[in-house]
């Protein structure tokens, strides 16, 4: 039996990485049958439950390394682990976690990430001395193999596929909808309805109040429903409150927590989402629903670019005017953008199968030493 230990911000209520974890352990099991998994989590009972795989807590070192020391391949991955915008602190754990199997003689893959920003010179080092010591680096984008490559990193292959999320089979319409009633939406609505998948940060207050704004145009002078749908159910929540209290018109707000297969049913029944966080935009194109990025990183950028797409704006840049003006474009050619999307999807998945040939590899071989 193959054991296989995956280190990521599991267990966190984040809608996007858990759709990562699931993606993953998916793939892994259909590699290869006779495997066992273990997750590094925030949450490792939950996790083990919901997955059916063995969890230990990402933050107890001595679980840790006994799973490193017992498994046959280590993967990091996958989402946006190694960066230093958000803290200091989440890029130096995943490069001691990573490390740690370093010392422990393991086969190591970077899985589906995306790299990046990473600004200090130390973390750009330290990124530098440790990933030249993997067996193998898969990212998600173009962009993460450059800066790897500018900062350095040379020794192992770098394969460039696609967000492993992307391989998730459609959610349930029907499922969606019950949701979306239960929100107190009419199952007999004739009105569009428009979806915002946003997130919030430290100084964010402008960029809400043009939500709000634009949410209460829609409503109110396009005859329109708005619905807000939460990607990171613990922080999402308290963004959609604030917009709540400020918004004039009556828009409708998902306050519960879904699992993903759910999630991906409340945005096909989305005419349009209009989303900030990435695997928003990445359900909306698993579910052929025409949607509006709006950047606030160059993952949003790179995924929009993998789709021979553009976002519309960065969160600073957004202003109702152009916003309203591209939905009224989008809903204009409504089919043409879900025939897109649906051919789009499926040459993504098609690069996923790059990654399974890597993960077979390294388990039966213990090692890639091929550039491709």
């Given amino acids: 039996m193959s054991k296989v230990v995956i280190s990521g911000y599991y267990g966190f209520n984040n809608v996007g990485d858990e759709s990562i974890l699931t993606s993953i352990v998916d793939n892994f099991k259909k590699y290869?049958?006779?495997?066992?998994?273990?997750?590094?989590?925030a949450n490792p009972e939950s996790t083990s439950q919901k997955y059916d795989i063995?969890?230990?807590?990402?933050?107890?070192?001595?679980?840790?390394?006994?799973?490193?020391?017992?498994?046959?391949?280590?993967?990091?991955?996958?989402?946006?682990?190694?960066?230093?915008?958000?803290?200091?602190?989440?890029?130096?754990?995943?490069?001691?976690?990573i490390f740690m199997a370093i010392l422990l003689r393991k086969k190591i893959l970077i899985y589906g990430q995306g790299i990046g920003p990473i600004?200090?010179?130390?973390?750009?080092?330290?990124?530098?001395?440790?990933?030249?010591?993997?067996?193998?680096?898969?990212?998600?984008?173009?962009?993460?193999?450059?800066?790897?490559?500018?900062?350095?990193?040379?020794?192992?292959?770098?394969?460039?596929?696609?967000?492993?999320?992307?391989s998730l089979r459609k959610g349930n319409i029907e499922l969606g909808r019950e949701i979306l009633i239960k929100a107190g939406i009419d199952p007999e609505r004739k009105k569009p309805l428009i979806g915002f998948a946003i997130r919030g940060w430290r100084e964010r207050d402008e960029f809400i109040s043009n939500i709000c704004n634009i949410a209460d145009k829609l409503i109110e002078n396009f005859d329109m429903d708005?619905?807000?749908?939460?990607?990171?159910?613990?922080?999402?929540?308290?963004?959609?409150?604030?917009?709540?209290?400020?918004?004039?018109?009556?828009?409708?707000?998902?306050?519960?927590?879904?699992?993903?297969?759910?999630?991906?049913?409340?945005?096909?029944?989305?005419?349009?989402?209009?989303?900030?966080?990435?695997?928003?935009?990445?359900?909306?194109?698993?579910?052929?629903?025409?949607?509006?990025?709006?950047?606030?990183?160059?993952?949003?950028?790179?995924?929009?670019?993998?789709?021979?797409?553009?976002?519309?704006?960065?969160?600073?840049?957004?202003?109702?005017?152009?916003?309203?003006l591209e939905i009224e474009k989008v809903q204009k050619n409504h089919e043409s953008y879900k025939e897109l999307l649906e051919e789009k999807v499926k040459l993504l998945q098609e690069k996923l199968r790059v990654n399974e040939q890597i993960v077979i590899k390294l388990l039966k071989e213990g090692g890639c030493s091929s550039e491709a």
């Avoid at 067996?135 to 990193?153: H, Y």
Wanted: glycine residues 4%; charged residues 20%.
């Fill in 226 to 324: 708005v619905v807000f749908i939460p990607f990171h159910f613990g922080e999402d929540i308290k963004i959609m409150e604030d917009i709540q209290n400020r918004m004039k018109q009556k828009a409708f707000f998902i306050k519960n927590r879904y699992d993903i297969n759910e999630m991906l049913g409340i945005v096909g029944n989305l005419n349009l989402l209009i989303g900030v966080r990435l695997h928003s935009l990445i359900f909306a194109a698993i579910m052929n629903t025409p949607f509006i990025a709006i950047s606030y990183d160059p993952k949003i950028d790179s995924f929009m670019k993998s789709l021979q797409l553009e976002p519309l704006c960065s969160t600073e840049a957004l202003n109702d005017v152009d916003l309203i």
């Fill in 119 to 166: 600004n200090k010179s130390f973390n750009q080092y330290m990124v530098r001395w440790i990933l030249n010591k993997v067996d193998a680096i898969i990212v998600r984008d173009e962009g993460s193999q450059e800066l790897l490559k500018r900062i350095g990193v040379n020794v192992p292959p770098i394969y460039v596929t696609t967000d492993p999320v992307i």
């Fill in 54 to 97: 063995q969890a230990v807590d990402r933050k107890n070192l001595w679980q840790i390394y006994k799973a490193i020391k017992d498994c046959d391949l280590f993967v990091s991955g996958g989402g946006s682990l190694l960066q230093d915008v958000t803290s200091h602190r989440s890029i130096t754990y995943y490069l001691a976690i």
């Fill in 32 to 41: 290869k049958k006779d495997i066992e998994i273990t997750v590094l989590s």
